[in-house]
Protein backbone atom coordinates (compact mmCIF):
# COMPACT_ATOMS: atom_id res chain seq x y z
CA UNK A 1 0.00 0.00 0.00
CA UNK A 2 1.18 3.34 -1.18
CA UNK A 3 0.20 6.52 -0.24
CA UNK A 4 1.67 9.31 -2.40
CA UNK A 5 2.29 12.19 0.77
CA UNK A 6 4.94 13.99 -1.28
CA UNK A 7 5.64 14.59 -4.71
CA UNK A 8 7.71 16.87 -7.06
CA UNK A 9 4.66 17.24 -9.66
CA UNK A 10 6.72 18.65 -13.04
CA UNK A 11 10.43 19.76 -13.89
CA UNK A 12 12.09 22.39 -12.60
CA UNK A 13 9.54 24.77 -12.48
CA UNK A 14 6.81 23.00 -11.15
CA UNK A 15 5.82 22.55 -7.44
CA UNK A 16 5.51 20.02 -4.24
CA UNK A 17 2.16 18.49 -4.42
CA UNK A 18 1.20 16.72 -0.79
CA UNK A 19 -1.49 15.59 1.13
CA UNK A 20 -2.83 17.77 3.16
CA UNK A 21 -2.65 16.00 6.62
CA UNK A 22 -4.57 18.19 9.06
CA UNK A 23 -8.43 17.46 7.38
CA UNK A 24 -7.94 13.53 7.47
CA UNK A 25 -9.60 11.72 7.37
CA UNK A 26 -12.62 13.18 6.83
CA UNK A 27 -10.82 14.05 3.33
CA UNK A 28 -8.05 13.25 1.10
CA UNK A 29 -6.85 16.74 -0.90
CA UNK A 30 -3.86 17.19 -2.63
CA UNK A 31 -1.97 20.89 -2.31
CA UNK A 32 0.75 22.58 -4.29
CA UNK A 33 3.49 25.00 -2.92
CA UNK A 34 5.05 26.60 -5.45
CA UNK A 35 7.46 29.11 -2.82
CA UNK A 36 9.34 28.64 0.31
CA UNK A 37 6.57 30.57 2.08
CA UNK A 38 4.12 28.39 1.80
CA UNK A 39 6.16 24.66 2.28
CA UNK A 40 7.51 26.19 5.57
CA UNK A 41 3.54 27.09 6.34
CA UNK A 42 2.88 23.30 5.26
CA UNK A 43 5.57 22.43 7.80
CA UNK A 44 4.68 24.73 10.52
CA UNK A 45 0.93 24.01 10.75
CA UNK A 46 1.87 19.87 10.35
CA UNK A 47 0.01 20.09 6.11
CA UNK A 48 3.20 18.10 5.88
CA UNK A 49 4.58 16.32 8.88
CA UNK A 50 6.29 13.13 9.97
CA UNK A 51 10.70 13.44 10.01
CA UNK A 52 11.39 11.81 6.97
CA UNK A 53 8.20 13.42 4.76
CA UNK A 54 9.54 16.75 6.89
CA UNK A 55 12.92 16.11 5.54
CA UNK A 56 12.04 16.02 1.69
CA UNK A 57 9.95 18.58 2.27
CA UNK A 58 12.73 20.58 3.53
CA UNK A 59 15.24 19.16 0.57
CA UNK A 60 12.31 20.55 -1.96
CA UNK A 61 11.57 24.05 -0.36
CA UNK A 62 15.10 24.28 -0.71
CA UNK A 63 14.74 24.36 -3.96
CA UNK A 64 12.26 26.39 -4.17
CA UNK A 65 14.16 29.16 -2.40
CA UNK A 66 16.95 28.45 -4.97
CA UNK A 67 14.78 29.03 -7.80
CA UNK A 68 13.40 32.59 -6.27
CA UNK A 69 17.07 33.87 -5.47
CA UNK A 70 17.60 36.39 -8.88
CA UNK A 71 21.26 37.33 -9.85
CA UNK A 72 23.73 35.75 -12.32
CA UNK A 73 26.40 35.75 -9.82
CA UNK A 74 27.34 32.54 -8.12
CA UNK A 75 28.69 34.35 -4.75
CA UNK A 76 25.45 36.22 -4.18
CA UNK A 77 23.50 32.96 -5.07
CA UNK A 78 25.10 31.54 -2.09
CA UNK A 79 24.72 33.97 0.32
CA UNK A 80 21.19 34.27 -0.45
CA UNK A 81 20.87 30.50 -0.35
CA UNK A 82 22.24 30.03 3.19
CA UNK A 83 19.38 32.72 4.28
CA UNK A 84 16.68 30.43 2.42
CA UNK A 85 18.06 27.21 3.94
CA UNK A 86 17.93 29.31 7.32
CA UNK A 87 14.35 30.05 6.84
CA UNK A 88 13.34 26.74 6.36
CA UNK A 89 15.24 25.64 9.16
CA UNK A 90 13.13 27.70 11.77
CA UNK A 91 9.89 25.81 10.48
CA UNK A 92 9.95 23.35 13.14
CA UNK A 93 13.16 22.41 15.29
CA UNK A 94 13.27 18.87 16.76
CA UNK A 95 13.30 16.47 13.39
CA UNK A 96 16.78 16.26 12.35
CA UNK A 97 15.98 15.11 9.01
CA UNK A 98 14.93 18.38 8.08
CA UNK A 99 18.28 20.04 8.88
CA UNK A 100 20.04 17.03 7.46
CA UNK A 101 18.38 17.19 4.23
CA UNK A 102 19.27 21.34 4.41
CA UNK A 103 22.67 20.26 5.03
CA UNK A 104 23.10 17.60 1.61
CA UNK A 105 21.35 20.83 -0.48
CA UNK A 106 24.23 23.71 0.80
CA UNK A 107 26.84 20.62 0.51
CA UNK A 108 25.59 20.89 -3.56
CA UNK A 109 25.57 24.32 -3.24
CA UNK A 110 29.00 24.89 -1.97
CA UNK A 111 30.32 22.08 -4.22
CA UNK A 112 28.99 23.92 -7.46
CA UNK A 113 30.01 27.13 -6.66
CA UNK A 114 32.18 26.98 -9.73
CA UNK A 115 28.98 26.33 -11.81
CA UNK A 116 26.94 28.94 -13.54
CA UNK A 117 23.76 29.80 -11.40
CA UNK A 118 20.97 27.98 -13.21
CA UNK A 119 23.86 25.02 -13.53
CA UNK A 120 23.63 25.15 -9.59
CA UNK A 121 20.00 25.13 -9.14
CA UNK A 122 19.65 21.95 -11.65
CA UNK A 123 22.16 20.13 -8.92
CA UNK A 124 19.88 21.10 -6.24
CA UNK A 125 16.93 20.38 -7.75
CA UNK A 126 18.50 16.85 -8.55
CA UNK A 127 19.28 16.67 -5.09
CA UNK A 128 15.69 17.38 -3.62
CA UNK A 129 14.67 14.66 -5.66
CA UNK A 130 17.27 11.94 -4.71
CA UNK A 131 16.37 12.93 -1.20
CA UNK A 132 12.80 11.58 -1.96
CA UNK A 133 14.21 8.55 -3.98
CA UNK A 134 15.97 7.55 -1.01
CA UNK A 135 13.71 7.49 1.55
CA UNK A 136 11.08 5.78 -0.74
CA UNK A 137 13.97 2.29 -0.33
CA UNK A 138 14.78 3.07 3.05
CA UNK A 139 10.66 2.69 4.22
CA UNK A 140 11.09 -0.77 1.99
CA UNK A 141 14.05 -1.87 3.90
CA UNK A 142 13.13 -1.04 7.69
CA UNK A 143 9.72 -2.93 6.69
CA UNK A 144 12.24 -5.82 5.16
CA UNK A 145 14.68 -5.77 8.67
CA UNK A 146 11.68 -5.02 11.24
CA UNK A 147 9.32 -7.99 9.96
CA UNK A 148 11.82 -10.51 11.46
CA UNK A 149 10.94 -9.08 14.54
CA UNK A 150 7.25 -9.78 14.16
CA UNK A 151 5.81 -12.80 14.62
CA UNK A 152 2.29 -14.47 13.43
CA UNK A 153 -0.84 -13.55 15.69
CA UNK A 154 1.50 -10.79 17.50
CA UNK A 155 -0.28 -7.54 19.22
CA UNK A 156 1.49 -4.70 18.24
CA UNK A 157 1.38 -0.91 20.16
CA UNK A 158 1.90 1.91 18.06
CA UNK A 159 1.96 6.07 19.40
CA UNK A 160 1.59 8.46 17.09
CA UNK A 161 1.67 8.39 13.18
CA UNK A 162 5.02 7.03 11.52
CA UNK A 163 3.63 5.34 8.25
CA UNK A 164 3.74 6.29 4.62
CA UNK A 165 1.99 9.93 5.04
CA UNK A 166 5.46 10.20 7.71
CA UNK A 167 7.90 9.21 4.62
CA UNK A 168 7.99 8.90 0.73
CA UNK A 169 6.20 5.79 0.64
CA UNK A 170 5.48 2.82 3.07
CA UNK A 171 6.36 4.14 6.52
CA UNK A 172 8.88 3.49 9.27
CA UNK A 173 7.58 1.76 12.26
CA UNK A 174 4.38 0.80 10.24
CA UNK A 175 6.68 -0.49 7.45
CA UNK A 176 7.46 -3.37 9.31
CA UNK A 177 3.43 -3.81 9.86
CA UNK A 178 2.89 -3.65 6.48
CA UNK A 179 5.66 -6.08 5.90
CA UNK A 180 4.95 -8.45 8.12
CA UNK A 181 1.63 -8.30 6.81
CA UNK A 182 2.76 -8.58 3.67
CA UNK A 183 4.56 -12.22 4.33
CA UNK A 184 1.31 -13.47 5.55
CA UNK A 185 1.27 -12.60 8.95
CA UNK A 186 -1.63 -11.75 11.41
CA UNK A 187 -1.13 -8.64 13.64
CA UNK A 188 -3.25 -6.99 15.95
CA UNK A 189 -2.15 -3.42 16.19
CA UNK A 190 -3.23 -0.82 18.96
CA UNK A 191 -3.00 2.32 18.08
CA UNK A 192 -2.52 5.27 20.47
CA UNK A 193 -4.60 8.36 19.56
CA UNK A 194 -1.95 10.57 20.55
CA UNK A 195 -2.74 13.74 21.67
CA UNK A 196 -3.25 16.60 21.10
CA UNK A 197 -3.04 16.47 17.46
CA UNK A 198 -4.16 13.06 17.04
CA UNK A 199 -2.07 11.85 14.67
CA UNK A 200 -2.79 8.01 15.99
CA UNK A 201 -6.61 8.62 15.82
CA UNK A 202 -6.62 10.27 11.98
CA UNK A 203 -3.80 8.68 10.63
CA UNK A 204 -2.44 5.63 11.94
CA UNK A 205 -5.83 3.70 11.96
CA UNK A 206 -6.58 5.26 8.59
CA UNK A 207 -3.66 3.87 7.04
CA UNK A 208 -3.79 0.57 8.62
CA UNK A 209 -7.50 -0.10 7.96
CA UNK A 210 -6.46 0.99 3.93
CA UNK A 211 -4.47 -2.27 4.05
CA UNK A 212 -6.64 -4.33 5.37
CA UNK A 213 -4.85 -4.63 8.80
CA UNK A 214 -6.42 -5.23 12.29
CA UNK A 215 -6.77 -2.13 13.84
CA UNK A 216 -7.79 -0.75 17.11
CA UNK A 217 -8.05 2.86 18.55
CA UNK A 218 -7.00 2.92 22.19
CA UNK A 219 -6.96 6.46 24.15
CA UNK A 220 -3.19 7.20 25.06
CA UNK A 221 -4.10 6.75 28.84
CA UNK A 222 -5.59 2.94 27.56
CA UNK A 223 -1.38 2.13 26.99
CA UNK A 224 -0.79 0.70 30.39
CA UNK A 225 -4.01 -1.54 30.57
CA UNK A 226 -3.69 -3.21 27.17
CA UNK A 227 -0.37 -4.37 28.10
CA UNK A 228 -1.77 -5.56 31.73
CA UNK A 229 -4.56 -7.25 29.78
CA UNK A 230 -1.59 -9.91 27.59
CA UNK A 231 -2.40 -8.07 24.52
CA UNK A 232 0.65 -6.39 23.17
CA UNK A 233 4.09 -8.77 22.35
CA UNK A 234 5.82 -5.33 21.29
CA UNK A 235 5.90 -1.93 20.79
CA UNK A 236 7.38 0.10 17.48
CA UNK A 237 7.26 3.63 17.35
CA UNK A 238 9.03 5.94 14.91
CA UNK A 239 11.59 9.10 15.60
CA UNK A 240 12.20 12.14 14.88
CA UNK A 241 15.96 12.30 16.32
CA UNK A 242 18.14 9.89 17.83
CA UNK A 243 21.25 10.76 19.58
CA UNK A 244 24.55 9.06 19.02
CA UNK A 245 23.92 7.02 21.65
CA UNK A 246 20.62 5.79 20.90
CA UNK A 247 18.26 8.24 23.31
CA UNK A 248 15.59 8.99 20.47
CA UNK A 249 13.12 11.72 20.50
CA UNK A 250 9.42 10.84 19.10
CA UNK A 251 5.95 11.70 19.52
CA UNK A 252 5.10 13.01 23.06
CA UNK A 253 3.75 10.55 25.20
CA UNK A 254 6.59 8.08 23.59
CA UNK A 255 8.52 7.66 26.51
CA UNK A 256 5.48 7.15 28.97
CA UNK A 257 4.91 4.17 27.12
CA UNK A 258 8.71 2.97 26.73
CA UNK A 259 8.66 2.95 30.60
CA UNK A 260 4.98 1.08 30.40
CA UNK A 261 6.26 -1.40 28.49
CA UNK A 262 9.51 -1.53 30.47
CA UNK A 263 7.17 -2.75 33.75
CA UNK A 264 5.81 -5.34 31.68
CA UNK A 265 8.38 -6.97 30.36
CA UNK A 266 7.49 -6.24 25.96
CA UNK A 267 9.94 -4.85 23.60
CA UNK A 268 10.49 -1.79 22.48
CA UNK A 269 11.66 -0.72 18.99
CA UNK A 270 12.32 2.54 17.32
CA UNK A 271 12.02 2.22 13.40
CA UNK A 272 13.73 5.24 11.60
CA UNK A 273 16.22 5.88 9.00
CA UNK A 274 19.68 6.48 9.06
CA UNK A 275 18.33 10.59 7.94
CA UNK A 276 17.00 10.42 11.69
CA UNK A 277 19.93 10.33 13.24
CA UNK A 278 21.98 13.37 14.77
CA UNK A 279 25.49 12.30 15.35
CA UNK A 280 26.45 15.69 16.39
CA UNK A 281 25.04 15.00 19.70
CA UNK A 282 25.88 12.81 22.25
CA UNK A 283 22.64 12.50 24.13
CA UNK A 284 19.09 12.86 24.15
CA UNK A 285 19.45 15.72 26.61
CA UNK A 286 20.87 17.69 23.61
CA UNK A 287 17.26 17.44 21.79
CA UNK A 288 15.35 20.67 21.05
CA UNK A 289 12.07 19.93 21.66
CA UNK A 290 9.51 22.03 20.24
CA UNK A 291 6.76 23.52 21.90
CA UNK A 292 3.56 24.38 20.13
CA UNK A 293 0.33 26.63 20.70
CA UNK A 294 -1.95 26.06 23.85
CA UNK A 295 -4.76 26.02 21.48
CA UNK A 296 -3.60 22.69 20.73
CA UNK A 297 -4.68 21.66 24.08
CA UNK A 298 -7.19 24.04 25.36
CA UNK A 299 -9.36 23.38 21.66
CA UNK A 300 -8.26 20.96 19.85
CA UNK A 301 -10.16 20.84 16.54
CA UNK A 302 -12.66 23.68 17.38
CA UNK A 303 -13.98 22.70 20.46
CA UNK A 304 -12.92 24.50 23.73
CA UNK A 305 -12.51 21.98 26.14
CA UNK A 306 -10.72 23.92 29.57
CA UNK A 307 -11.00 27.06 31.06
CA UNK A 308 -9.85 30.38 29.12
CA UNK A 309 -6.51 31.42 30.32
CA UNK A 310 -6.03 28.44 31.67
CA UNK A 311 -2.08 27.84 31.74
CA UNK A 312 -1.06 25.17 29.48
CA UNK A 313 2.21 23.72 28.13
CA UNK A 314 2.17 21.73 24.74
CA UNK A 315 5.70 19.96 24.65
CA UNK A 316 5.42 18.25 21.05
CA UNK A 317 7.77 15.44 21.76
CA UNK A 318 9.79 13.52 24.54
CA UNK A 319 12.75 11.48 24.42
CA UNK A 320 13.03 7.95 25.29
CA UNK A 321 16.49 6.47 26.92
CA UNK A 322 18.40 4.06 24.93
CA UNK A 323 18.29 1.65 27.61
CA UNK A 324 15.05 1.39 27.26
CA UNK A 325 14.53 0.44 23.44
CA UNK A 326 15.11 -2.84 22.79
CA UNK A 327 16.38 -2.26 19.59
CA UNK A 328 16.43 0.40 16.58
CA UNK A 329 15.17 -0.99 13.27
CA UNK A 330 17.06 0.85 10.53
CA UNK A 331 17.62 0.55 6.97
CA UNK A 332 20.72 -1.36 7.17
CA UNK A 333 19.41 -3.56 9.37
CA UNK A 334 18.70 -3.88 13.55
CA UNK A 335 20.42 -2.37 15.87
CA UNK A 336 19.61 -4.38 19.72
CA UNK A 337 20.44 -2.98 22.93
CA UNK A 338 21.43 0.12 20.72
CA UNK A 339 24.41 2.23 22.02
CA UNK A 340 27.15 4.16 20.97
CA UNK A 341 29.63 1.61 19.44
CA UNK A 342 27.00 -0.15 17.79
CA UNK A 343 24.74 2.49 15.95
CA UNK A 344 27.94 3.91 15.00
CA UNK A 345 29.33 0.32 13.87
CA UNK A 346 25.72 -0.05 11.83
CA UNK A 347 25.37 3.40 10.44
CA UNK A 348 28.45 4.74 9.75
CA UNK A 349 30.93 4.11 6.69
O1 LIG B 1 4.44 16.24 15.02
P1 LIG B 1 4.55 15.16 14.00
O2 LIG B 1 3.23 14.60 13.57
O3 LIG B 1 5.42 15.56 12.84
O4 LIG B 1 5.32 13.99 14.77
C1 LIG B 1 5.60 12.81 14.08
C2 LIG B 1 6.24 11.76 14.89
O5 LIG B 1 6.54 11.95 16.06
C3 LIG B 1 6.60 10.48 14.18
O6 LIG B 1 6.50 9.40 15.04
C4 LIG B 1 8.05 10.59 13.68
O7 LIG B 1 8.23 11.77 12.96
C5 LIG B 1 8.44 9.42 12.85
S1 LIG B 1 7.66 9.41 11.28
C6 LIG B 1 8.29 8.14 10.37
New binding site residues.
Given amino acids: MTISTIEWEGDENGSIKLVEQTILPGELKYINCGDTKSIWDAIKR?GV????A?GIAAGMGAYLGAREIKTDSSAEFLDKFDEALKYIGSSRPT?VNLFNSLDRMKKVADQSKDKSVSEIKTSLFNEALKIHTEDKECCRNIGKHGATLIKDGMGVLT????GGL??ADY???LAVMFSANEQGKNIKVFADETRP?L?GARLTTWELMQAGIDVTLICDNMAGHVMKLGKIDCVV????RIASNGDAA??IGTYSVSILAKEHNIPFYIA?PKSTFDFEIQTGEQIPIEERGSEEVTEGFGKRTAPNDVKVFNP??DVTPAANIAAIITERGVIHNPNTENIKAMLID
Fill in positions: LRGAPIAHCNAATGTALQVGADNKAAF
